[in-house]
């Protein structure tokens, strides 16, 4: 079978570089009261194809910080039934006090149910998303994700998906 690559490689570099650019910037008095989250989420999977379906998604973000990365573990479906669980790492850099962009990297596994087939089970999900955020310290903001498996299997169409989030601190929950 003949190897496909959909150049997310690329579109991962970018990310990855940005991520580590916006990571040096960040303000680290701003990020200090911010708790740990609970992200909801809904949009589109797979923008860039004829194949668009819906998604909705969930994710945990730790407040915890080694140097200035944060772990995080989320999870979503599409409306074709497609899966994905990963785990991996984020950079909130403030842009004064309200503004908040995220680049965030991770790994997963993904089932395809009825809809588009990436490839493999492993696939890496690199984002970036930039959030309003409130008083009490939730955020609203749209996200942009590339997931794809990096080459690693024979077939590689990766996938480009959309979604608003809004993100509520869990102490606010309990």
């Known amino acids: 079978m003949a190897r496909r690559n959909d150049g997310g490689y690329s579109v991962k570099k970018i990310l990855c570089l940005a991520a ?42 730790s407040d915890f910080k080694k140097f200035f990365l944060t772990p995080m573990a989320g999870a979503f479906v599409t409306a074709k039934g497609g899966v994905y669980g990963y ?8 842009l004064g006090h309200r503004v908040v962009l995220r680049p965030s ?3 997963g596994a993904y089932a395809d149910g ?13 984002a970036i998303a ?12 749209i996200e942009f ?7 690693i299997y024979d077939v590689n169409p990766g996938t480009e998906n959309l979604t608003v989030n809004y ?8």
């Open 20 to 61: 580590i650019a916006v990571a040096m910037a960040t303000t680290p008095a701003a990020a200090e009261d911010d708790p740990e989250f609970l992200s909801f989420s809904t949009g589109a999977f797979d923008i860039n194809d004829n194949d668009t379906t819906g998604m909705l998604g969930v994710e945990y973000r």
């Open 87 to 94: 785990g991996g790492v984020f950079v909130d850099v403030f």
């Open 105 to 107: 990297f991770s790994a």
């Open 114 to 126: 009825n809809g588009k087939d990436l490839g493999g089970v492993l696939e890496f999900r690199s």
């Open 130 to 141: 930039l959030a309003w955020r409130f008083d009490d310290r939730s955020r609203l903001g």
């Open 145 to 151: 994700a590339h997931l794809s498996n990096a080459g």
């Open 167 to 174: 993100s509520m601190p869990l102490d606010s929950l309990f």
